[in-house]
């Protein structure tokens, strides 16, 4: 068996060898193919992850925050009998809490949970801003300073003005940039916030940021938790929201599931509220996986051709084999370990090949919202898969041609 | 002494176009080291029989034993594996491999025997190459050499697994007179002081004339020996 391998592969690689222009053409098809797979996977989940960073510089995958009760108040038992009939018109749902009044509980047990990474608490309210004459509504964002930076890189936007000066001052705010026009506020001016309940107190404007989201930077300014718990009179752990971001934000609807059992506040996941974002995501994946793989197949179908050519040319060769002893399991052998190392080489290159493509898109210049270049992922799993198609393509590719040879009756070629 | 091939009362129809029966029993036993021609005009059938004997067509009536082993009945894999190890073949055309070196064009069955290291195969093939005249050629592509010379690396091919019958379908068919001669002479000296058993398909009436024993086919029967 191994001695007969031997001999089918010297035949191979002589069959191989003895056409040099035709098994670069069947290798640069594999090697088109497979680049190809690379770059457009790499590319789309470039995009893919572009896109999150876009959205999640504002949106926590996890939100926790009290939520509108799902049904009105049941005020009455319902009556058990069937001779009764109840009716209660116009019931209201009411909220009787407003926000998360002991926060503190929640944030550990979201810390606690395994694929959590960060968490934070916000204290959102709507407001007036007033500068001068001017006068606008808004929304102010009570935030922790370190935990708020680590879940959205909040500092990395900041245009003017340093993030850690809100730690330092407790009467900084800083304020989003199209909102700092509208009100034409400027870095050190003095503003003053009105908050619903007719409190009215001034801020410095310590920094301006800028996070992509023209509704977010038109409209939200930015001051401590303490600040906000202090102007609008909160308790110590007072807070609207609690926002946690997991591991992969393809993961957040399962551990928002998992949390919420045990949360009797409303825990939402980025995807309920985001269905175009996440509809996006899935549709450029199947479209860059039913492009790639049609190169791929168009790959396979060159191979195809490639090896049908190579049978039908060495029939007579095939017939004398046959004579000699070889059987239709070494004929298939000879032209299967052809085509697979086509297939074999066109992929090592290939992989090269689609790396440095997608290296090279990497550095082409973009410069649209927070990108610089456009978005290139590099993942491991796409080599491998690409490499695990390329060789099952050729290997089906090359699969046919090969039974064909060995169906071949010596007796009619020979006889002529 | 066993036969070194036996056959018995074969019976062949081709159904293409029509149904015609081509070998209307044919029975003979060949004994080693014998070199025998089988002749006839087209049609009569011998080159058909010729095939059945090589094990390569297995579609027929009748029983056929080489050294002993009956062939018939067994499957495409195992009568491959006997092809290999016990007949050796010699075409009108040479049909040898063209992209493969002279040398590699004889080793390769011996290669697919694998009963031998490569060295040793090597070494036999060069030997039966020297014997044959063919010296200084060894490395040549197989399409690069004469026609004369390419039917002589057939034969040591034929020879390489010192098989129990060469069989030669029209051998010098495709030959000048001369190279005719030398081919002759090569099968001549096999059977004579190898007790090579040889048989062979021609329409040389010259060539027959000076084989051990002569098989004339006449419509599918055997009509004289």
Redesign the interface.
């Known amino acids: 068996m191994n001695?007969?391998m031997?001999?089918n592969n010297?035949?191979a690689w002589?069959?191989l060898t003895?056409k040099i222009r035709q098994l670069i053409v069947a290798v640069l098809s594999v090697t088109f193919g497979i680049s190809m797979y690379i770059f457009m996977n790499s590319f789309t989940s470039g995009v893919n992850d572009a896109q999150a960073e876009l959205v999640f510089n504002t949106m926590a995958h996890i939100r926790v925050y009290n939520d509108l009760p799902k049904e009105a108040r049941q005020l009455l038992p319902v009556p058990t009998g069937s001779d009764t009939v109840q009716f209660i018109s116009n019931p209201k749902r009411i909220q009787y809490t407003e926000g998360i009044k002991n926060a503190e509980p929640i944030r550990e047990l979201l810390e606690s949970s395994p694929d959590v990474v960060a968490v934070t608490e916000q204290l959102n309210e709507n407001v007036f801003f007033h500068n001068g004459v001017s006068k606008v509504s808004g929304s102010l964002s009570g935030v922790d300073i370190d935990n708020e930076n680590q879940l959205f890189h909040t500092a990395q936007y900041m245009t003017e003005g340093d993030w850690y000066e809100l730690q330092r001052r407790s009467d900084g705010v800083i304020l989003g940039t199209g909102l700092a026009d509208k009100i034409s506020a400027q870095m050190g001016d003095i503003i003053s916030l009105s908050t619903s309940d007719g409190i009215l107190k001034t801020y410095k404007v310590v920094g301006l940021i800028e996070t992509g989201s023209a509704s977010v930077d038109k409209s939200r300014a930015i001051i401590s938790i303490q600040a906000a718990r202090q102007l609008l009179s909160k308790n110590q752990s007072y807070a609207t929201d609690v926002l946690a971001n997991v591991r992969h934000y393809n993961d957040a609807r399962t551990t928002a599931q998992r949390i919420g059992a045990s949360v009797a506040y409303k825990t939402e996941a980025w995807q309920e509220g985001n269905s175009q974002l996440e509809s996006a995501n899935v549709l450029r994946d199947i479209l860059a996986i039913t492009v790639s793989l049609t190169i791929l197949i168009v790959a396979g179908f060159g191979i195809y051709n490639i090896m049908n050519m190579t049978v039908n040319e060495k029939m007579?060769?095939i017939a004398?084999?046959?004579?000699?002893?070889?059987?239709?399991?070494?004929i298939v052998q000879i032209f299967l370990i052809q085509s697979i190392a086509i297939g074999f080489m066109g992929g090592l290159v290939g992989l090269l090949l689609g790396f440095i493509i997608s290296a090279g898109v990497d550095r082409i210049p973009f410069k649209i919202a927070s990108l610089t270049t456009l978005p290139i992922a590099y993942i491991p799993t796409d080599y491998v898969m690409a490499l695990v198609f390329g060789l099952l393509t050729t290997f089906v590719a090359g699969y046919l041609p090969a039974r064909k040879a060995s169906k071949i009756d010596?007796?009619e070629i020979?006889?002529g | 002494m066993q036969p070194a091939l036996s056959v018995d009362n074969i019976i062949k129809y081709f159904h293409d176009p029509e149904t015609i029966q081509v070998l209307k029993g044919i029975s003979f036993d060949v004994q080693p080291g014998e070199f025998l021609a089988l002749i006839g005009k087209s049609g009569s059938g011998k080159s058909t029989l010729l095939y059945l004997l090589s094990t390569m067509d297995t579609n027929y009536e009748g029983t056929i034993q080489i050294n002993g082993t009956r062939l018939t009945g067994l499957k495409q894999n195992e009568l491959a594996r006997f092809r290999n190890e016990h007949i050796g073949f010699v075409f009108q055309f040479h049909y040898l491999l063209p992209e493969f070196s002279v040398l590699d064009n004889v080793m390769l069955p011996a290669l697919k025997l694998g009963k031998q290291p490569p060295e040793q195969i090597r070494a036999k093939a060069l030997e039966l190459l020297y014997l044959l005249d063919i010296k200084g050629h060894e490395d040549k592509k197989a399409s690069r050499i004469s026609g004369g010379q390419q039917q002589r690396v057939a034969i040591a091919r034929a020879l390489i697994n010192d098989p129990a019958i060469i069989m030669g379908d029209e051998p010098t068919g495709n030959l000048d007179s001369k190279n005719t001669k030398v081919v002759f002479d090569i099968f001549r000296e096999l059977a004579r002081e190898r007790g090579q058993t040889i048989i062979a398909v021609t329409h040389d009436d010259e060539f027959a004339a000076n084989c051990d024993r002569v098989i004339e086919m006449v419509d599918g029967k055997i009509v004289g020996e």
């Open positions: 001695k007969a031997g001999v010297k035949i002589v069959h003895s007579r060769e004398i084999l046959k004579a000699m002893g070889f059987d239709g399991k070494d010596p007796v020979l006889r």
